[in-house]
């Protein structure tokens, strides 16, 4: 079994900063990319960041040079530091690991149960 827990999530003032983080535990073999969903209210989910193994990173427009994705892979953590926020980065955010319990097994998408982000203006 594999689980993902966030935490770090909060209420802050626009403008102000949070990191997030995300530990995956449990049967893991190796993980692929690793990533940063959000889901702001009454909303469809969209991608925020993904960081591949060795770390190269991909990001939604709206968040380039605001947030930072990064990952540590000895701890199987993946981060998120956010500054600048702005209240439309209001969501509940929500982690994602795409890996695999054995070298037997494919790689299939985890998710962790989200953490709730909020910007006051």
């Known amino acids: 079994q594999v689980q993902l827990v966030e935490s770090g999530g909060g209420l802050v003032q626009a403008g102000g900063s949070l990191r997030l983080s995300c530990v995956a535990s449990?049967?893991?073999?190796?993980?692929?990319?690793m990533g940063w969903f959000r889901q702001p209210p009454g909303k469809q989910r969209e991608l925020v960041a993904t960081?591949?193994?060795?770390?190269?990173?991909n990001y939604v427009d709206s968040v380039k040079g605001r947030f930072t994705i990064s990952r540590d892979n000895a701890k199987n953590t993946v981060y998120l530091e956010m500054n600048s926020l702005k209240p439309e980065d209001t969501a509940v955010y929500y982690c994602?690991?795409?890996?695999?319990?054995?070298?037997?097994?494919?790689?299939?998408?985890?998710w962790g149960q989200g953490t709730q982000v909020t910007v006051s203006s």
């Open positions: 994602n690991a795409n890996l695999r319990t054995s070298r037997l097994t494919g790689f299939m998408n985890y």
């Open positions: 449990g049967t893991i073999f190796s993980i692929n990319t």
């Open positions: 960081i591949a193994t060795y770390g190269s990173t």
